[in-house]
């Protein structure tokens, strides 16, 4: 893999932790939402360790298109169905307050911030972006319709947001983690209550915030049944025409597009983990369709984490867990979410009122499609007769050919070929041999 984010810069350094550390909360992940919470809360005078299993940035955070948008597929109209419009309401506020968050932020910290507008079309269903138009303004942002588009060809119709932005992702994490409290390469391997165990020594906190992108806590909360995991594909391209806004099509199986310093982002071929998709084929064929001229320059894959629901889960990991909250479920969104996350957790550790916190809470309902599907998938693989089994709960791993590596469909581990673990939420190598 060749990651656009990581190249010409040097990433800070954290030493490993040596010996039993104390604190008032302790972060478990060293992405953006982690970071931000250690963030937010030094900033608010509390005593806070992060321990990150690598190196901070490194996971799923150097993957992400970095976009800064609350336009989040066509969410609004099914929110707004499912939830009702307060709801809808609230999840669209927490969205955009993360973006101008972002961008004071961005003041500070220099990260290429940039705004842009973010659209999202259809190449045959006017009336799906008319309706997401309408119900968006309903809820009081100007979203607008329209037909035209950057694109080279013509669209049914399209939804723009104003005032969106996008940065370069671990610029801006590397600035926001100077001065905090890190430990790297410091693998949280189990959590007894709130002391968390490594190999380097326990950590006891108060409180502890979740953030390893999927938990990794399988006997509480029921995770492992109201998420899965998907792959997605992205290449840069050179010699490509600058759009003026990020761009998404609204289809299933659609694209995804974005700028950066002269280059062009094209994202796609998502698929559940450990299934077989369209891959990097989906955006090199829409490069050589619509760009021929382009030449490819970087190229890498992401891992999301989905909800039953499309709405992330944050706050009390679990009932029998009392203490120890989770943010998680970000879906293709992960960075506004991360900095509403982050500012939802800060607000529920200090004992101060979050408005936005009930649209987000993890004890919501699980009775929806999604959840059958992942029983499915999960009860089928059990059955797929092969000693190649995954570390988390014993799912048969399926050989990614592409990516030369073993994935679990069930909930998204990933290792490579000899069985090194590469994605949680394993949290141990499997053997493959």
Known sequence: MDFLWTKELTPPSFSELNGDQETDVLI????????????????????????EGKRIGAGITKGTTAVLTAQH????????????????????????????????????????FED??????????????????????????????TTQTPLPFSVAGAVRYPNMAQFHPLKFLYGAAQGLNIFENTFVEKLEGTTAITKQGRIRAKKVIVATHYPFLNRHGLYFMKL????????????????????????????????????L???????????????????????????PQAREKYAWSNQDCVSLDGVPYIGPYSPGLPNVFVASGFELWGMTTSLAASKILTDTILGRENLFAPVFT????????????????????????????????GCALQWNAAEHSWDCPCHGSRFDEHGGLLDNPAMRDSDVE
């Not at 992940?29 to 608010?44: I, R």
């Not at 290449?235 to 280059?263: F, H, K, W």
Request: charged share 20%; aromatic share 10%; hydrophobic share 40%.
């Open 228 to 263: 899965y995991q998907q792959r997605s594909y992205v290449i840069a391209l050179e010699n490509a025409p600058d759009l003026g806004c990020t761009i998404e099509d609204a289809a299933q199986n659609g694209v995804y597009l974005r700028n950066y310093n002269g280059l």
């Open 265 to 291: 982002l094209i994202g796609g071929g998502d698929h559940r983990t450990g299934k077989k998709g369209g891959g990097f084929a989906v955006p090199r064929s829409f490069a050589k369709q619509y760009f």
């Open 116 to 145: 842009k507008p973010s659209m999202m079309y259809s190449l045959h269903d006017r009336a799906l972006m008319e309706r997401e138009a309408r119900a968006v303004r309903a809820l009081g942002f100007p979203a607008e319709f």
């Open 73 to 112: 597929d066509t969410l609004y109209q099914d929110m707004i169905q499912r939830f009702g419009k307060e709801k809808a309401g609230l999840y669209l506020q927490a969205n955009l307050q993360a973006v101008e968050k972002f961008r004071v932020l961005a003041a500070q910290i220099p990260c290429d």
């Open 362 to 393: 993890p004890d919501r309902t699980m009775l929806t499609g999604q959840l059958f599907s992942n029983l499915g998938t999960t009860l089928l693989d059990f059955v797929t007769p092969t000693t190649k089994r995954c570390s988390h709960l």
């Open 28 to 51: 478990i992940g060293g992405g953006m939402a982690g970071v931000l919470c250690a963030f937010w809360l030094k900033e608010a005078g509390v005593d806070v360790l992060l321990a």
